[in-house]
DNA sequence: CCGGAAACAGGTAGAAATACCTGTTTTTGA
DNA sequence: TCAAAAACAGGTATTTCTACCTGTTTCCGG
């Protein structure tokens, strides 16, 4: 008998986990050896343990808990930092295709949507384990149409440039309802300088205005709804 | 041998609906009887069936697909119109207080978040088959903050007083980018007009600015992020 | 049929944001 | 250590938004 498959399930959603588990562990080649529903203990409990998943399954819409942002992102980079050899396979629900293409940018191996077939699921774990990869044509699109839509934005840099840590802050204090006063003494500096900040913002994100701010803090996982 | 509980399960990712049956199937006294992925599909579907489910889970987030909107809360009031013997449990994912409050009060019997253990699932469909209703003490304070919330955000009228079509149009708008100029020209409408629904929204939803408004729209389902 | 809400439209004023510049200092990475 | 990027700060001009008013017409429910 061939030896099975370990897989990794990173899912904040309990249930979704447990489901995810009974799906796969319905296939007779397939093992879940881990679990984490936090982003940032995935790293540290990975070292704990004796046992290495060769796949891991990372929901893409881990929330940011507390102050740390630890996405789906983060333990994309983190885990292939730390465990070079672990494919990873995003999951991801509603999410926008810009941002699945920052995922696969990031070294993630594997694109899944939650409203798959598990039938997929188990085709991208074999997939990856022996080619490598699973890209399904319509992840493909997706990264497509996100390259299509970056040269066409606004100039070939802007899109492809990230924001700056200062930036992401001032960006957040926007979606807080603030003005350019009330940021600039918040962060004791000159109004100018937020006014300086907020013309990057505008020019790296491709926004027309504030609301066009919001939408891609919130998009990029820098603001919350809530 | 006692009769099974119907369930009926409403939820657009296939993965998460393949998990939450098979968790569901692991209870003796639970059959899964109905499935839908999409809100609008449900009511009709549930007509053409011979067997109705005691207990609906539905998803509220469900994607509102194309141009007809029908989240959760519309399946909800859509099917407590038709089928009022059905009691509703509704799923969610990390979504936000006010809407948790906003559901509840349009009918629902019970909340539970996607974060949950299976055996809270078993529990909530037991309760609301029983007793009618199924609410914990996570609900029930996120209703109670949002009912406290709603009295001191502007003034007691105010966050009560819900949008009217016309406005939640220009809010969609503003969303998109679009000033109020262009927002004028687009509906044949006179700038000053425009301006006056402008002023009216910043005065019902409590928003200091536009960032305050998008972040009202997508929290309250009015736009989208993507 | 009446009252109220919604939608419409107008005005004035000031606050805030956006679009362009310019430059210096500090930090950072190759 | 050297160059680039980031952060800082300033100026000017224009556009857009926000905060107050005023009023009319239309439509719907009691």
Known sequence: MQEKINIGLVEDQFLFRQGMKAILSAWPDIAVVFEAAEGYTVVEKLKGSNVIPHVMLVDLSLPPDGAREFSGKEVTIALLKNFPDIKIIILSGHEHES????????????????????????????????????????????????????????????AVEQLTKREEEILQLICNQLTTDEIAEKLFLSPKTVNGHRNSLLEKTGAKNVAGLVLYAIKNGIAEVG
């Not at 191996?109 to 990869?133: F, N």
């Not at 699109?141 to 100039?155: D, E």
């Open 99 to 158: 941002f699945i293409a920052q995922l696969i940018e990031s070294g993630a191996h594997g694109y899944l949507v939650k409203d798959c077939d598990p039938d997929e699921v188990h085709d991208a774990i074999l997939s990856v384990c022996t080619k490598g990869s699973y890209i399904n044509t319509r992840t493909l699109k997706a990264i497509q149409n996100n390259i299509g839509r970056k040269t066409k934005v606004h100039s070939i840099r802007s």
